[in-house]
């Protein structure tokens, strides 16, 4: 697949990428012929294999979220260690 100029103008512009003449040419060819490696993807016969996301067979490996004690924090033992309270919440400063 040859990849015309005014697709790699359009590719470096969406990458935010000021290109010369020069280098508009040399990454034209070298986009080109990475897209025909790609396309010899095309050329492989993947009838026989299972589509899959990953390979290695792992797991997920979170564990469940529960408590691990039986002991529950009131809201005045919580507000007790708070360097600054506000009607009943700890007072932080704004994260935006």
């Known amino acids: 697949m040859n990849l015309s100029l005014q697709q790699v103008q359009h590719i470096a512009k969406l990458a935010k990428l000021d290109l010369l003449e020069v280098e508009i040419e040399k990454f034209?060819?070298?986009?080109s012929s990475i897209?025909?490696?790609v396309g010899l993807l095309n050329e492989v016969?993947?009838?026989?294999?299972?589509?899959?996301?990953q390979?290695?067979?792992?797991?997920?490996?979170y564990r469940e979220d529960k408590p691990s004690s039986d002991e529950v924090l009131t809201q005045k033992?919580?507000?007790s260690n708070a360097p600054e309270k506000?009607?009943?919440l700890i007072k932080t400063k704004a994260a935006l």
């Open 28 to 31: 034209r060819r070298q986009l």
């Open 35 to 37: 897209l025909e490696y």
């Open 45 to 53: 016969d993947t009838s026989k294999v299972e589509p899959t996301a």
């Open 55 to 61: 390979t290695t067979g792992l797991k997920n490996v």
């Open 77 to 79: 033992e919580v507000l």
């Open 86 to 88: 506000q009607g009943g």
